[in-house]
């Protein structure tokens, strides 16, 4: 079936104003089921969002005073493709998608390479900085977390978003958990290196950060959380100041 009567017959299906994605501004009957463990009502069907990244722009964009500023230099670590298109259209802002540029993957155009651990700008550099489940794959997650701070300037912010399993008062880390097999059974991803708790927080602290653990999803009345397609789960966002 070609592309075009795929979307005309998709669009007729999900004809209906029950959802609503913040990050396309669409209405749809529903959300699509999504994951390992399906999740119901949780993708775009029209921009693959998920639950996380509607509640993440839906913050930025509603929260005031307001985040994003005319000018700003926004740095966004492992760009969600979902969020570049949509920074990209932002042209009031100064946008830099980077990445650590893995063989065989694919990153937007335009996105620059860096390493987490040392970023290749100055200090006070950016205004903002984004980066959602990336540091739950980096060794020394503490140590990006001080780059962050480094190049943040003094007044900006961090959203640093990470996957937390909240029934767990620490983190749990374990050097010996080593191959793809285990780390998936203790950790939840073959590629994940520690599982994070309720403690989250206070490693953004030990880096330098003031953190405001924002419960966003519960900000709304339940029937809204289930319109923007939320995952009381995971609604927490992690607002980090310098
Ligand atoms: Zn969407």
């Given at each position: 079936m070609n592309l075009s009567i795929r979307r005309i017959l998709r669009k007729w299906l999900l004809r209906g104003n029950n959802v609503y994605c913040p990050c396309c501004r669409k209405n749809v009957s529903t959300f699509l089921p999504f994951g390992n463990v399906v999740r119901l009502n949780?993708?775009?069907?029209?921009?693959?969002?998920?639950e996380r990244h509607r509640l993440i722009w839906h913050f930025l964009h509603q929260r005031e005073p307001k985040l994003i500023k005319d000018g700003m230099k926004l740095l966004h670590v492992a760009p969600e493709r979902v969020f570049f298109k949509n920074f990209r259209r932002e042209k009031q802002i100064q946008y830099f998608p980077a990445d650590k540029?893995?063989?065989?993957h694919h990153y937007p155009r335009g996105t620059k390479k860096i390493d987490i651990l040392d970023i290749t700008y100055s200090d006070n550099f950016f205004d903002a900085i984004l980066c959602t489940h990336v540091l739950e794959h980096v060794d020394n997650d503490i140590q990006a977390m001080k780059e962050f701070y480094r190049v943040l300037k003094p007044g900006g912010w961090a959203v640093l978003q990470v996957p937390i399993?909240?029934?767990?008062a620490d983190t749990f880390e374990d050097n010996s958990i080593n191959t793809p097999e285990e780390r998936e059974k203790h950790f939840g991803q073959r590629d994940h290196l520690r599982l994070y708790g309720r403690d989250y927080s206070q490693r953004l602290i030990k880096a330098g950060f003031n953190v405001d653990c924002i419960d966003f999803c519960n900000m709304f009345p339940e029937e809204e959380q289930k319109r923007f397609g939320f995952d009381k789960n995971d609604g927490i966002i992690y607002l980090c100041k310098k």
């Open positions: 949780a993708a775009c069907p029209f921009c693959g969002s998920l540029f893995m063989p065989g399993d909240y029934s767990r």
